[in-house]
């Protein structure tokens, strides 16, 4: 089963992984966890991970723990991903900040991810705190991540976000915008939101103000013009 999961075939690693899941044996722990950190393929590494959620808590926990502080990005990443899947609040500990700051995408990613499931209530507001501070990093999918994070910590987060909005970086202002947009209205894209939110930013509060009211004074002048000629 071990030479299964480092098979050249993805299907055939697929296979073996979810055979061990299907019969967990702790025997196979270590070769689970060593396996999530070199995998290529996304689905197998999935089901890896699914695998070591099968076997005892108190046996995985703390060996995918070890992975949290290894120098594969990787390894970190599918460990954090394992403990979301876990779901064990007793590893909220475990969810540094040096893991939330990681300079890899994909990790850092997947600890916002991971922070936010496990987050007890009276450490949300710290959480958001030190999530605030990651706005504006990176590209789409890396923001989305991160505005998503701050959508399931839920309205308690809105006023550090709040705070945000004014800060002197553009593209910090205009994420913290956009995702109190997201708060408010989860089913708003993160496109629009980005967009109106870069919008205010680059205007400012008071001029976007007085843009939307000339708007709606010319809607509704046109509005009674064409009633006038009915």
């Known amino acids: 089963m071990i030479a299964a999961l480092g098979a050249e075939d993805s299907s055939v690693r697929l296979q073996a992984a979810l055979a061990v899941g299907s019969n967990p044996d702790p025997g196979l722990l270590e070769p689970l966890v060593e396996r999530c950190a070199v995998e290529p393929d996304f689905f197998v590494r999935d089901m890896l991970s699914w695998a070591l959620t099968r076997l005892p808590a108190e046996l995985a926990l703390p060996r995918i723990r070890r992975e949290l502080d290894s120098g594969r990005s990787q390894a970190r990443s599918q460990a954090l991903h394992t403990l979301s899947k876990i779901g064990d609040r007793s590893a909220w500990g475990w969810i540094t900040r040096d893991l939330l700051r990681d300079a890899d995408d994909e990790v850092a990613r997947t600890a916002w991810r991971v922070a936010v499931v496990l987050v007890p209530e009276d450490g949300r507001t710290e959480l958001a705190e030190e999530l605030v501070r990651q706005l504006g990093r990176g590209g789409r999918t890396v923001q989305l991540s991160l505005s998503r994070a701050f959508v399931d910590l839920g309205a308690g987060s809105e006023p550090v976000l709040e705070r945000a909005a004014a800060h002197p970086d553009p593209e910090v202002a205009a994420h913290a915008r956009a995702t109190v947009l997201l708060i408010h209205d989860p089913e708003t894209g993160f496109d629009e939101a980005l967009f109106e939110a870069k919008r205010v ?21 046109a509005g009674t013009v064409e009633t006038a000629e009915c």
Do not use: I, S
């Not at 930013?201 to 843009?211: D, N, S």
């Open 201 to 221: 930013t680059a205007l400012g509060p008071e001029r976007t103000a007085a843009a939307e009211a000339a708007r709606a004074t010319a809607h509704e002048t």
